[in-house]
């Protein structure tokens, strides 16, 4: 049975062992969706890594923390991510984002729901995502991080919160420097009502890509704000 995200979108798929990152056939795909060249080209994230954000470190560091999360305050608890922000993943997040190809979800999503399952990183009240401006939406056609996190939701049977929205169209991110992306935010995300739902919930915030943090940070702020408990983070990379 279709899914209700692929009815939504009403989502083609590729054929039956095709891998969704090179297009090749392989029999060993089965129901993996990559084969296994490419998952052997992804770059996990090793320890030693931050605690707060899952940078990994290499130098000695003051309370487990990075510098940016010893030096910056940070609304969520933490963010966690399985796999490091280069080479196959990187490609494929943009695949993903930019090549109308939403069906990866299902990809990034079984992904992210065996780490966390692995990580013990599963205790939550409710599922959210960082929303997308609505012009961008209408462009895309898809938030790729709602449509993780639906499936991460619907996977772990923890409910899913369309907690927040985008209230000002900001520019591009990777287009500014950190103090431009810090003030380009401010107040950029809203909570939609009702937001009794969250008071005091822990939530799972999901984005598909963890940079500077800018972005996670200011939707944690927010529905910290709005009364939510505590916030963590789960991102593909980072
Ligand atoms: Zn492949
Ligand atoms: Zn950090």
């Known amino acids: 049975m279709k899914s209700y995200i692929d009815s939504f979108l009403e989502i083609i798929y590729p054929e039956k062992n095709t891998c969704f990152i090179c297009e090749t056939h392989d029999e060993a795909i089965g129901d993996k969706y ?42 969520f608890e933490m963010c966690k991510a399985p796999y490091a922000y280069d080479g196959l993943i990187k ?35 409710y599922i959210a995502a960082v929303p997308l401006h609505f012009s961008k939406m209408r462009k895309r056609g898809y938030n790729q991080s709602e449509l993780l996190a639906r499936n991460i939701s619907q996977k772990l049977s923890i409910p899913y919160v369309d907690a927040l929205k985008r209230s000002k169209k900001t ?39 963890y940079t500077t943090g800018a972005t996670v940070n200011e939707c944690s702020k927010t529905l910290i704000r709005y ?12």
């Open 91 to 125: 490609k494929a997040i943009y695949i993903y984002k930019y090549y109308n190809k939403p069906y990866f979800y299902k990809f990034f999503g079984s992904c992210l729901v065996n780490y966390m399952k692995r990580n013990n990183y599963t205790n939550f009240d």
């Open 227 to 238: 009364g939510a408990g505590r916030v963590f983070v789960i991102t593909i990379a980072r």
């Open 34 to 75: 990559i084969c296994p060249d490419c998952k052997k080209k992804i770059k996990k994230l090793l320890p030693p890594l931050c605690a707060k954000c899952s940078k990994p470190m290499d130098y000695n560091s003051i309370n487990n923390l990075c510098r940016e999360c010893y030096n910056n305050k940070r609304y």
């Open 171 to 209: 520019l591009k991110q990777s287009e500014q420097n950190k103090e431009e992306r810090r003030k380009n935010l401010n107040d950029a995300f809203t909570v939609k009502s009702p937001a009794k739902i969250i008071t005091n919930k822990s939530i799972l915030l999901v984005d598909d890509i």
